[in-house]
Structures are given as C-alpha cells and as structure tokens.
C-alpha cells in the first residue's frame, strides 16, 4: 500500500474490520455443527487444598477443537452464543464427557474427587440442566456428589433471582456443591450470598494477580476470605501463578487453589495422573447437603 491521503487509510481499517467480521460469521456457521461433530473438548483443571496441597476435585473447562483452527479457548467462541440456544448443546457434550471420564477414573481405582461444570444462564432456569446431569449419572453409575456447579454472578444480571434458586435449591439437595464464580466482579449482591445455597466464594483471578503489587486487591481478598469464613462458606481463589499469592492466600485462611502454579487445564489423560487412589483431603470439602440420592 503506498497510502497517499486519509482514503486509503479507511481502507485498509474497514478491510481489517470486514476481515475480522467475516471470520466471526464463518465461525458461527462451524460453532452450529460443532457439537454434532464433537468438537467440544473438556480440559480439566485440578483445585488442591491449600494449606497441604492435595487433590481436591476438577474444574471442566471446553475447549473446541476446530477443523482448522485448532484448540480454541471459550474466550473464542463462548461470546458468539451468547443469544442462541447452541450453549445448550455444548453444556450437554460437555457434561456427557465429564461423565464418561469420571466413570473411567472410578473404574480405575481413581479418586477425581468431584468436578465442577460452569452451567450457563439458560440452564439455570427450567428441568433441562438438572436433566442432562440426572441422565449423565444414570448412564455412567455416578452419584450427584461426582458433580459441583459454578454460576457467576452474571446471571443474576437478566434473571430473577428465585427461579436460579429453584435450579440451585434442587442441585444443592442431591449434595452437589454449588460455588459462585468470579466472586467480587459481577451482580451478585449480599442478598444473593445471605438467600443462595452457596457451598464456595470463588475470588476471582482479577484479584489475585493484585497480591504484591497492589494493598487493595490484599485488603478484599482478605475481606472475602472473611466474609466467607463467618457465613461458613469454603473460599477458592482462582488464578494462583506465584508461590507469592499462593503462600499470601493461604496464610490468609483461603481453604482451597486453583492455577497455573498448581495446573493447568489439561486433557483427560493428563489430568487423570494427578489422581490419588485415596479420599483423604476430599471428604472434608465436599458440599454439606443431604446424602446423594
Ligand atoms: P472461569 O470459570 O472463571 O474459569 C477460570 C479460567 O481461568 C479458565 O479460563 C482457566 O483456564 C483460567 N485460569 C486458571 N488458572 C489460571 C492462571 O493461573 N492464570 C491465568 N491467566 N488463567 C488461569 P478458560 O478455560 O479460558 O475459560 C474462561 C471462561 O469460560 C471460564 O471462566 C468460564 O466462565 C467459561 N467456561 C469455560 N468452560 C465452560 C463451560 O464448559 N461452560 C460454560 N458455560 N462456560 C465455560
Ligand atoms: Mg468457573
Ligand atoms: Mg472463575
Ligand atoms: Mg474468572
């Protein structure tokens, strides 16, 4: 380009802006098909108690693997669904694969603890995410405690807050444990936290990364960890990378890490050699509900 005014630089910024457009509607177009396909993808990623460092459970995390793409993150392709109903079919792919690969750690003699499914807005309201989870445990032997549930604070956003709580109210029965995500950046009120069933607080990365650097990300951080000791809630902080913020976090009381510093979201048979044959740290986290039924 030899660019001799301002016209040519606006074409070349609209071709950038077409390109990018072009390649969003493409990837829409694949997103309809890709569950059909199964070209979801669950990595796993490990959360440890903190003061000793043992297993605890998984945190599912999609991935889709596209034809030609490659593995690509949800930070891809999650924003295209928004307003469509395809987040139903990825939540399901996603589900039945947690399913099939707890019943193969079990049958291993493993002991995965429970995983944790981010379950979207759609799902929290109405039977059809409680169904995908009651089929998945009947297909594979499962009990619902193989299970937990991670809502952010974003669904409270368009969403009454009791028909969520009926979804929750019904998980939470069955003794799956229920955290709220990205704790501290959303909706969620104190009212929330005071009504809702919540077995975890998870402090979101954005205020982890602040430990060291920053005296007000601490002072939350501690606050929250607070909060959540006194309404006797367990407290996950997401997004550990240093021994800095993990010492930090734990000598502030935080029950339970997740991050790169500990793991990174793996595939399956990754994840799986992380797993003890024993149950000794998990008994003490799981959800305080009734016995599974
Ligand atoms: P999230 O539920 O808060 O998940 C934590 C995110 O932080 C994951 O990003 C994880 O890979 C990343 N992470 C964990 N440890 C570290 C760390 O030490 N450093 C850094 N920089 N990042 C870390 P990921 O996998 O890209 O997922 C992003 C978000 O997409 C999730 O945030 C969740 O809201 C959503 N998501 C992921 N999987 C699913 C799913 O199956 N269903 C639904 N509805 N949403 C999902
Ligand atoms: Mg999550
Ligand atoms: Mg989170
Ligand atoms: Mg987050």
Known sequence: Y????????????????LARRLEENQLSLALV?????????VHYQQKVDLPTGAHLG??????WQHPELGLLAPGRFLPLMEGTQLIRGMTRAVIAAVGRDLKAWKAAGLTPGPVS??????????????????????????????FAVEITEDVFLNRSADQILATVARFHKHGVSISLDDFGTGFASLVHLRDFPFDELKIDRSFVDGIGRDARSEQIIRAMIHLAQ??????????IETEGQRRFLKDAGCDVGQGYHFARPEPAA?????????AAAIDRHTAAGAPAA
């Open 2 to 17: 030899t660019a001799k005014g301002s016209r040519s630089t606006t074409v070349i910024f609209d071709e950038t802006a």
């Open 33 to 41: 098909l890709a569950a059909d396909r199964n070209e979801f993808v």
């Open 58 to 63: 998984f945190e599912a995390l999609v991935r």
């Open 117 to 146: 499914i981010n379950l979207p807005e759609t799902l929290l309201v109405g039977d059809e995410g409680y169904e995908f989870f009651a089929g998945t445990i009947r297909e594979n032997g499962l009990e619902w405690r193989d």
């Open 230 to 239: 006194s309404l006797g809630k367990r407290c996950v902080a997401e997004g």
């Open 270 to 278: 990754l994840a799986g050699k992380r797993l003890p044959r024993q």
